[in-house]
């Protein structure tokens, strides 16, 4: 057999030892309403998705990183367009 049952010792047996304490009555479950279950969804959805971004964002700017590090780096042309992009966003218009 693989598990095998352990033998009583002999203060089981004879009834000795420790006296039995029974657990206390657990209260009856409170029958929860649309409202509060809604609510508990939405916290458990908030929490779910505060631990998913702290793990996700970092992630992707990891690998925007290691995606830019293996082509050698920004080409000149894209920084030469963000460049101008920023600088007409503070301008505020039409340069």
């Known amino acids: 057999m693989l598990f095998k049952r352990k033998s009583a010792t002999l203060a089981a047996e004879s009834g000795e030892g420790v006296p039995q304490v029974s657990a206390p009555a657990r209260p009856a479950k409170e029958k929860l309403g649309w409202f509060e279950k809604r609510d508990r969804r939405r916290r458990r959805r908030k929490i779910f998705e505060e631990v998913l ?43």
């Open 53 to 95: 971004g702290w793990i996700l964002v970092p992630t992707f700017v990891y690998l925007i990183y290691l995606g830019i590090k293996s082509v050698g780096g920004i080409p000149k042309e894209l920084i030469d367009f963000a460049n101008e992009i920023f600088s007409m966003a503070m301008k505020g218009g039409k340069g």
